[in-house]
């Protein structure tokens, strides 16, 4: 086969055997859910904690109002104040303690996708010399009319 | 409910949790390890050679868009930085590039994310990079101009 020029990442296709890629996969499999196990649980007890105390049902009273927007309940703040203050990981170790249907999860998933992790990815984003108002300003947007529109229409 | 089973509850649900991710995650890394092993990336982005011309920005710039987009945004970020110094990369291209990529990315990994917790998946996915690209187009027509076409040679990073 004709070798083309690369313009990529790494070049060392041929010193990895199928074995060892498969194996790395693994590996960095195991280590993520490390990670996220990290996350996941603490965010999980915190909410459990939260929804026996009361403290929970109080927080999202107060916040209904502005979650009713998004046709979201008041505690869904909490999802997506992880999701963009920590990552997706902890959004998601939210959402599972909560009870939440089809079309709130469906209109969650969207909102975080288009705006999470932002202390991190705005960081990454930076580097490459954009401006962090652009960056948050468009993610911040495309979250918050998604959400809106997604209320109206599904 | 006790205090004991609250909070045990609390535990065990939260390992519940993991191990549905776990699922997901594990076979995923997998395949990206195989997608960037086996350059299947590079030949995804020259399938996608004529994505740029609607997106506004060079022809050799969508192996790092692609990237971004299956790998993550520091992956493709890291890309963007390496043609930004070698001198390939135009403020055009870079914004555009940047735009895109802040609103989709690693959407593999996501989108199996919010499917785990009974997102619809296809859904996310195709609105996500509809959006991604209608953005991008809409910045190219209205902004492009004002950017400028020069090539960034100094990088600071």
């Not at chain 2, 997901?24 to 004529?50: F, G, H, N, Q, R």
Request: aromatic fraction near 8%; proline fraction near 2%.
């Amino acid at each position: 086969m004709k070798i083309r020029k690369s313009n990529g990442t790494n070049n060392n296709r041929n010193k990895k055997t199928f074995k060892e890629t498969l194996s790395n996969g693994f590996k960095s499999g195991l280590n993520t859910t490390w990670i996220l196990s990290k996350i996941i649980i603490p965010v999980y007890f915190f909410i459990t904690i939260l929804k026996y105390t009361g403290i929970l049902k109080w927080f999202s009273l107060k916040l209904a109002p502005a979650m009713g927007i998004f046709g979201l309940p008041g505690e869904a703040a909490l999802v997506l104040v992880l999701g963009n203050g920590i990552n997706i990981y902890a959004a998601i170790g939210a959402v599972a303690s909560l009870t939440l249907n089809g079309k709130q999860i469906t209109i969650i998933a969207v909102m975080l996708s288009f705006s999470h992790s932002l202390f991190t990815e705005t960081a990454v984003a930076k580097k490459t010399g954009i401006s962090v108002a652009i960056v948050l300003f468009i993610r911040l947007s495309l979250a918050i009319s998604s959400g809106i529109i997604l209320n109206l229409v599904i | 409910m006790d205090i004991i089973s609250i909070l045990s509850e609390g535990v065990i649900n939260g390992m519940k949790a993991v191990f549905t991710i776990a699922k997901i995650v594990i076979p995923l890394m997998i395949a990206m390890e195989i997608l960037k092993d086996y350059k299947v990336i590079d030949k995804i982005s020259k399938l996608l050679k004529p994505i740029s011309n609607l997106l506004g920005i060079s022809k050799n710039l969508t192996f790092p868009l692609v990237i971004g987009l299956i790998l993550g945004l520091s992956y493709g970020a890291g890309v963007i930085i390496k043609e930004a110094k070698e001198g390939e990369l135009s403020k055009k291209d870079l914004y555009l590039l940047i735009i895109f990529l802040v609103a989709c990315h690693s959407v593999i990994e996501d989108t199996l994310l919010f499917v785990a917790i009974g997102a619809n998946g296809w859904f996310l996915i195709t609105i996500r990079i509809i959006i991604a690209i209608i953005l991008t187009v809409l910045v190219s027509k209205f902004i492009g101009k004002y950017l400028d076409e020069e090539n960034i040679k100094k990088f600071t990073t």
